[in-house]
C-alpha cells in the first residue's frame, strides 16, 4: 500500500514538473513510463486524477494544456513497450489504463462546463489518432459510446468543441456526420475544417464540391485546393462547370487561382498521356471544352464557360497549338457543311467545336492576328457560311457564325463591304415565329435583361440585335450612315404592309380612284366583308327558321342553301384572313425588332423624317393585334424612339398613359412604365409640367408628365414583384437625379415598403442601398428624409388612431414594431453621421427637428397613442448636438411631457433626456429664444398640413386598405402590449458602417438533431 502512494504521489509530482515546460519534456515522460512499471493501477489512477483537475480549465490555463499533452506522450511512449511485453498480463495493465481514460473522457464529453466538454474531445481525439487499435483489443462498446457522443458533439453550442469533434468523427469515419457539418455548420472555421478531414472518394468528392458554392472564401478556397487532387475529367459535370466559373467570377482572387490551378492540373496530365497515346496536343482544350457539355449548358454557367474558355487559350494553350487546331480540325469541320449540303449540319459541327472555334478566333484576332490571317476561310466562303448556319433551327449556331465572320475585317472596303451586304441579308431572311404571350415569364426575363453577354442566344431578336450591333460596328467611322442603311432594310421590309397587291376581288377608293388595296387595307376589307356575310348568315338563319315554323320547307332547303354558300364564303375568306394575318404579323415582328434595334444603336439626332415615318405605319398597325406579342414589341419600339427626341416623346406620351391605365399587370405595361421612366430620367417632363394638369374631360390626346407620372408611382402597388422593383428602382434614380421637386410623398411610400415585412428582399437591398446614400448627397436630401419620417408616423397613428370600421381598421398596438423605424431614421440623420460621411456640411439639426415634431404631437394628442409611443422614441435623439437655444427649448417641451404623461416607461425615457439637457445647462448659460420657438412652431405646421394631404390622398386611393408594414413578423400578441421592442439587430445599418463578420450565419441554418 505504502509503494502504491509512493507511485500515486510520484506521478503528481512529475506530471506537475512537466507543466512548466512549454514543450513536452522527454525526461518526465520517461519517468511516469517508469513509475507504470512499478505499480499500473496506481498509474492509472494519478493519470485520471490529474486530467480531472486539468481539463477544468482547458485552454484557460495554459499548463492545463501542457499537461494533457504530457499525458498523451506517456500513452504514446507505453503503446511503443506493447510490442516488447512477452507476458499478456503487461498488455492487459496497458489495456486497462487506455480504456480507463477513454471512459473518463467519454463522461467528461457530456458535461454542462464548456472546457470540459472541449478537453475532453480534444483528449479522445488523440487517443484515436494514436492508432491503440493496432496493437489492444479496445471493446467495440468504447467506440459505440464515442460515436454517439461525437454525434452530439457536432451539434454542440461551443463552436471550438465542434471543431475538434470534426477531427474526432474524420478518425471514426463518420462520413454521414462530417457531410451535415460541412453543409450547415453557421462557423466557417468547423466548415472548412470539415472539408480538409473529408475522406476523398466517389461520393465525397461531390460533397466537397458543394463547398464551392459556401458563402465564406476560406471554405471555397479549401474546397479548390481538395478537389485538386482529382483529375478535373473524373469529377462530376457540375462540379466541373462550377469550377470553371470560380476561375473567372469569383470576388477573391486566391480562390480564382485554385480553380486554375485544377485546370492547369488537367492540361498537363493531357500533355502527358498524348506522348503515350500519340494523340495531338492541340486536341486537349478540345477535350477539355466537350467535358463541359455544351448542348445542356445552363444559362447561369455560360458566360463564365466562355470567359474561361478565353482564359485557357490565352495563358495555358500556345498560339501555334490553337492555329494548328483551326487549320486541322475546326474550320475544316465547319466549311464541311457547304461542301456536303445533304449532309446534316449539326452533324458536321458540334456546338462545342462552334464555340471554341469562336473563342479561339476572337482572342487571335485581337493578339495575333497574323496567325489568324493564315488559317481563316476568305471573306466570300466566311459570308456564306453566315447564310448557311442562319437557317438552322438552333440560333447558338447562326450567333456564333456571325461572330466569326466578324473576325475577318481589317478594315478594308471590300471586306467590310461584304459582310455590311451579308448582314443585311441576315435581317432580310433568319427565320422568325412570333412567341406566344407569357406575361409572368417574359415580364422577369425583360427585368434580368441588362444588355448583350455572351450568353447563348435562344431569341432571333438576340440574333437580329447581333447582326444590327455589328452593321454599326463596320459603319462606325460613318454614323451618319448606319440610320440610312437600316431604314432602306425596314422599308423594303415593311413595304408588302402599304404597297398596292393585285387582288382580283378587293379595291379601295382613294380620291375617288380605285386601286389595288395593300396588305393592311385588304386585311381590313376582308374583315369587313367577312362581318358583312356574318349579318347575313344569321338573316339566313332567323329567314329558315322562320319558313319551317311556316310549313314552307321547299323554300327552307332553298335558304338552307344559301346559307351554306354564303358560310362556305365567310369559311374562305377566313382561311385567306388567317394566312394574310400570319404574314402581316411576321412583317410587323421582324420590322419592329430591327426598328428598336437602330434605335438602341443610335443617338439623338441621328434620326430623321423616315424614321419618324416609320413608326406611323409599323406601330399603329401594330396595336391592332391586342392578343399577341406585337403590340409590346410595338411600345417598346416607341419608347426607344421617343428618348431620342423629347418632341416625340411629348406627341406620343398619351400612347403610354393608355396602356398604363390598364393596370393588368400585362407585358406591355413593364415595357410602357420602363420607358416612361426612361422619360423622366432624360427629360425634364415633371419641372416643366408642375402647374399644368389636363382636366377629366378633356378630349385632347395629350397629357400632363405630372399625370403620367402619379399612374407610373401608382405601380408601387402592383400584384406583380417584377413591375414593383421596376418602379422602385426607377423612383429611386429619379430622386437620385433630383427629378422630382416634391418628393416627400414618394419618398414616404418608400419608407412603407422598405419597412413591409412582405417586401421581396430584391426591393429591400435596392431601397437599402438607396436610403444609405440619398441624405448624404444634400442637406435638401436629409431634410426631404426627415419629413418623410413624420408622414409615416402620421399614417402609422392615424391607423391607431381610428376606432370606426371605414378607411382604416383598427390594430393592436401589441402588432406594432416601431423600433425599426425609428432607430433606421434616427441613425441615417444623426448630425455626427451626417458631419461623418456627408457630402455637404450639415447647417440644420434634423434631430431637434424631429425631436420638436414629436414632443408638440404628443402634447396635442396626449389621449391618442402618439403620447404611448412617441416619448419613449424621444431618448434616440442626439441631444448632444443641440445648441444651447435648442437644449433650453427642448428643456422647456421635455419639462411640459413630464408633467402630462402618466406612463412609467414614457417618463422614464423622459426624465433621461432632462438630465442631458440639464447637463448641458451648466456648461452653457441659454435662454429661451422666440424667433426659433416661431420658426420651429411654423415647420411643425407645415409637416402637420403636409401628412394630412397624403393621408387624405391615401384614403382616396384605396379606401379599404390596411397598412401592414408594421406588424411583426415574430413578435406574439400575447408576450407584450408593447408597441417597441428594443433589438439591436432590428434595424439596418448604414452600409458605410456595416462590419460583415465571417462567423455569424443564422442560427436557423443549423442542421437539426438526428432522432
Not at 176 to 184: D, F, L, R, T
Not at 625 to 653: Q, V, W
Request: glycine share 2%.
Amino acid at each position: 500500500m505504502a509503494a502504491a502512494d509512493n507511485v500515486f504521489a510520484l506521478c503528481h509530482i512529475a506530471l506537475t514538473k512537466a507543466v512548466t515546460y512549454k514543450s513536452v519534456p522527454k525526461r518526465y515522460v520517461n519517468e511516469l513510463v517508469t513509475h507504470f512499471d512499478a505499480d499500473p493501477v496506481s498509474f492509472s489512477r494519478a493519470i485520471q486524477n490529474v486530467a480531472l483537475q486539468l481539463i477544468p480549465q482547458f485552454r484557460r490555463d495554459p499548463a492545463s494544456e501542457r499537461g494533457m499533452k504530457v499525458i498523451v506522450a506517456v500513452l504514446d511512449e507505453l503503446k511503443k513497450k506493447v510490442s516488447t511485453f512477452d507476458s499478456e498480463n503487461d498488455i492487459k495493465n496497458i489495456l486497462r489504463t487506455v480504456v480507463a481514460i477513454m471512459k473518463l473522457m467519454l463522461q467528461g464529453c457530456e458535461a454542462k462546463e464548456k472546457p470540459t466538454r472541449l478537453g475532453c474531445v480534444w483528449m479522445l481525439e488523440r487517443l484515436i489518432a494514436m492508432n491503440f487499435c493496432d496493437v489492444l483489443d479496445i471493446p467495440d462498446h468504447i467506440f459505440t459510446k464515442m460515436i454517439e457522443n461525437t454525434k452530439v458533439l457536432l451539434k454542440d453550442k461551443y463552436s471550438p468543441v465542434r471543431y475538434f469533434s470534426i477531427h474526432l468523427a474524420a478518425k471514426l469515419n463518420m462520413l454521414e456526420e462530417i457531410e451535415k457539418v460541412m453543409n450547415y455548420d453557421p462557423l466557417q472555421d468547423v466548415r472548412k475544417q470539415a472539408v480538409n478531414l473529408m475522406p476523398m472518394n466517389e461520393k465525397t468528392k461531390i460533397c466537397i464540391g458543394g463547398r464551392l458554392c459556401d458563402k465564406e472564401e476560406s471554405v471555397r478556397q479549401a474546397a479548390c485546393k481538395r478537389l485538386q487532387e482529382v483529375l478535373f475529367s473524373e469529377l462530376p459535370l457540375e462540379i466541373r462547370r462550377e469550377i470553371v466559373s470560380l476561375s473567372v467570377k469569383d470576388r477573391s482572387e486566391k480562390i480564382r487561382d485554385e480553380a486554375r490551378k485544377i485546370i492547369s492540373s488537367f492540361f498537363s496530365w493531357f500533355k502527358q498521356e498524348a506522348h503515350k497515346e500519340e494523340a495531338q496536343e492541340y486536341e486537349a482544350i478540345v477535350y477539355f471544352t466537350t467535358l463541359l457539355e455544351i448542348n445542356t449548358l445552363e444559362k447561369k454557367y455560360q458566360r463564365e464557360v466562355t470567359k474561361c474558355i478565353k482564359l485557357v487559350c490565352e495563358t495555358i494553350v500556345s498560339p501555334a497549338d490553337l492555329s494548328e487546331l483551326l487549320k486541322q480540325v475546326l474550320f475544316p469541320s465547319l466549311c464541311s457543311a457547304i461542301n456536303t449540303p445533304g449532309k446534316n449540319t449539326q452533324s458536321s459541327i458540334s456546338k462545342t467545336s462552334m464555340l471554341l472555334l469562336r473563342v479561339i478566333t476572337e482572342y487571335l484576332k485581337g493578339s495575333h492576328e497574323e496567325i489568324l490571317e493564315k488559317v481563316i476561310p476568305d471573306v466570300d466562303l466566311l459570308c456564306q457560311l453566315v447564310l448557311f448556319y442562319q437557317q438552322q433551327p438552333d440560333l447558338f449556331f447562326a450567333q456564333n457564325m456571325i461572330l466569326i465572320s466578324y473576325c475577318i475585317d481589317r478594315g478594308e472596303e471590300f471586306s467590310r463591304q461584304k459582310l455590311l451586304d451579308t448582314y443585311r441579308e441576315v435581317c432580310f431572311k433568319l427565320p422568325l415565329a412570333v412567341p406566344e404571350v407569357n406575361a409572368s415569364a417574359q415580364i422577369e426575363d425583360a427585368y434580368n435583361c441588362v444588355g448583350q453577354t455572351d450568353y447563348f442566344y435562344y431569341r432571333a431578336q438576340d440574333v437580329l440585335s447581333l447582326s444590327v450591333s455589328l452593321i454599326k460596328q463596320l459603319q462606325k467611322e460613318y454614323e451618319t450612315e448606319f440610320c440610312r442603311i437600316m431604314i432602306e432594310i425596314i422599308n423594303e421590309i415593311r413595304d408588302p404592309l402599304i404597297a398596292p397587291i393585285e387582288d382580283e376581288n378587293i379595291r379601295v377608293f382613294v380620291e375617288d380612284t380605285q386601286r389595288p388595296p395593300s396588305m393592311l387595307e385588304k386585311r381590313e376589307a376582308l374583315l369587313g366583308k367577312i362581318t358583312e356575310l356574318d349579318d347575313e348568315i344569321e338573316a339566313l338563319e332567323n329567314e329558315k327558321e322562320r319558313l319551317i315554323d311556316r310549313g314552307e320547307y321547299s323554300d327552307a332547303i332553298k335558304v338552307k342553301q344559301q346559307y351554306e354558300e354564303v358560310l362556305q364564303q365567310v369559311n374562305k375568306m377566313e382561311e385567306e384572313l388567317n394566312h394574310l394575318e400570319h404574314e402581316i404579323l411576321l412583317i410587323l415582328y421582324r420590322s419592329l425588332m430591327l426598328h428598336s434595334e437602330m434605335l438602341r444603336n443610335s443617338k439623338q439626332g441621328d434620326i430623321d423624317a423616315d424614321a419618324s415615318e416609320i413608326i406611323n405605319t409599323l406601330i399603329y398597325p401594330a396595336f391592332k393585334f391586342t392578343d399577341t406579342y406585337i403590340p409590346c414589341l410595338a411600345i417598346e419600339s416607341l419608347g426607344l424612339h421617343c428618348l431620342l427626341k423629347y418632341d416625340r416623346c411629348r406627341e406620343y406620351l398619351y400612347i403610354f398613359k393608355t396602356v398604363l391605365d390598364k393596370k393588368e399587370d400585362t407585358l406591355i405595361e413593364f415595357l410602357a412604365l420602363r420607358a416612361v421612366l426612361d422619360f423622366f430620367m432624360v427629360f425634364e417632363i415633371l419641372k416643366e409640367d408642375e402647374d399644368e394638369m389636363i382636366q377629366d374631360n378633356d378630349e385632347d390626346l395629350s397629357c400632363s408628365g405630372q399625370t403620367v407620372f402619379a399612374i407610373a408611382a401608382s405601380y408601387l402597388d402592383s400584384n406583380n414583384s417584377y413591375m414593383q422593383a421596376l418602379t422602385c428602382e426607377g423612383l429611386c434614380k429619379l430622386l437620385l437625379l433630383e427629378k422630382i421637386k416634391h418628393g416627400e410623398p414618394v419618398l414616404t411610400k418608400l419608407l412603407l415598403l422598405f419597412f413591409d415585412q412582405d417586401s421581396p428582399d430584391s426591393i429591400k437591398q435596392v431601397l437599402h442601398v438607396f436610403f444609405t446614400h440619398y441624405s448624404l448627397l444634400c442637406e435638401k436630401n436629409a431634410m426631404c428624409l426627415a419629413e418623410s419620417f413624420k408622414m409615416v408616423l402620421s399614417v402609422i397613428t392615424n391607423q391607431l388612431n381610428k376606432t370606426e370600421i371605414g378607411s382604416f381598421q383598427t390594430l393592436d398596438l401589441s402588432q406594432v414594431n416601431l423600433n425599426r423605424i425609428f432607430s433606421f431614421v434616427f441613425l441615417y440623420l444623426n448630425p455626427d453621421y451626417l458631419r461623418e460621411h456627408a457630402k455637404f456640411t450639415p447647417t440644420v439639426n434634423l434631430h431637434f427637428n424631429m425631436f420638436y415634431y414629436l414632443s408638440k404631437e404628443t402634447l396635442n394628442n396626449l389621449t391618442f397613442s402618439q403620447a404611448k409611443i412617441y416619448p419613449r422614441m424621444i431618448a434616440q435623439a442626439n441631444f448632444y448636438s443641440f445648441t444651447p437655444k435648442e437644449s433650453y427649448l427642448a428643456a422647456k417641451l421635455l419639462n411640459k411631457l413630464a408633467k402630462e404623461i402618466k406612463d412609467k416607461t414614457c417618463l422614464n425615457s423622459i426624465q433621461k433626456a432632462i438630465e442631458i439637457t440639464i447637463e448641458k445647462d451648466k456648461k452653457f448659460a441659454a435662454v429661451l429664444d422666440p424667433e426659433l420657438e416661431e420658426h420651429m412652431e411654423d415647420l411643425y405646421e407645415e409637416s402637420i398640413n403636409l401628412a394630412a394631404s397624403f393621408i387624405q390622398k391615401l384614403h382616396s386611393q384605396d379606401p379599404n386598405k390596411i397598412l401592414t408594414p408594421f406588424k411583426s413578423a415574430t413578435k406574439k400578441a400575447e408576450e407584450s402590449d408593447d408597441p417597441i421592442e428594443s433589438s439591436s439587430e432590428d434595424y439596418d445599418m448604414p452600409a458605410k458602417r456595416i462590419i460583415s463578420s465571417s462567423d455569424q450565419t443564422p442560427a436557423k441554418k443549423r442542421f437539426k438533431s438526428s432522432k
